[in-house]
């Protein structure tokens, strides 16, 4: 009984194991196709240089949990200190707001239906992660927190994050399906 139990046992950790997940944290911008323009250059002219981290303004492609989800997800803008919209929306004592401004690109087979702001953090240089926040800023409207995207189409807004006031943001994350998809999108804002 005890040998059979074993086997058992190791049968159920090696395929567990087999099937678990392949997280990735991606950081490579997707391919600009003015770059591929090379029509124009001399011949002693070096190619550009392929960029092997993210910055804002730089367009990472994310898969989702199920085949067909995909999205160009780009990192449009972001402010190290967001001001609030109105006397209201203020951070708490000792905090202060940063935001990205995202732009979401459904490039997949599927509708893209999440909460977006719920797959997004920010990381400091020390280390420490931030989730996001729900407030209104100045700079444009929040992005959906219930969107439902069609194939082709896009959505643009930002997302909030409350930060200590001292702390020092330098990469900014976001993951499809509110976290959970086995990929990660990095930029770099120092």
């Known amino acids: 009984m005890r040998t059979r139990t074993t086997t058992a046992t190791a049968l159920l950790a090696l395929t567990l194991a087999a099937c678990g997940p392949t997280d990735t944290v991606n950081t490579t911008p ?52 967001a001001k609030g919209a109105d006397e209201f929306n203020v951070p708490s004592d000792g905090k202060r707001w940063a935001a990205g401004q995202f732009e979401l690109v459904n490039t997949g087979s599927k509708v893209y239906a999440d909460s977006p702001q719920n797959g997004a953090q920010v990381a400091d240089a020390q280390g420490q992660r931030f989730s996001t926040y729900f407030g209104e800023i100045s700079a444009g409207p929040q992005m959906a927190s219930d969107l439902n995207l069609p ?26 399906n509110s976290g959970f998809s086995d990929q990660t999108g990095q930029w770099s804002v120092k």
Request: hydrophobic share 40%; proline share 5%.
């Open 30 to 81: 997707k391919a600009d196709a003015t770059a591929a323009d090379t029509s124009s250059k001399t011949a002693t002219s070096a190619p550009p240089a392929k960029k092997t981290a993210a910055a804002v303004g730089d367009t990472l492609t994310l898969k989702g949990i199920e085949d067909g989800e995909q999205l160009d997800v780009t990192l449009k803008q972001w402010l190290p200190t």
């Open 151 to 176: 194939k082709g189409e896009k959505a643009l807004g930002w997302i909030l994050f409350e930060v200590p006031k001292d702390s020092k943001i330098v990469t900014v994350q976001f993951a499809m």
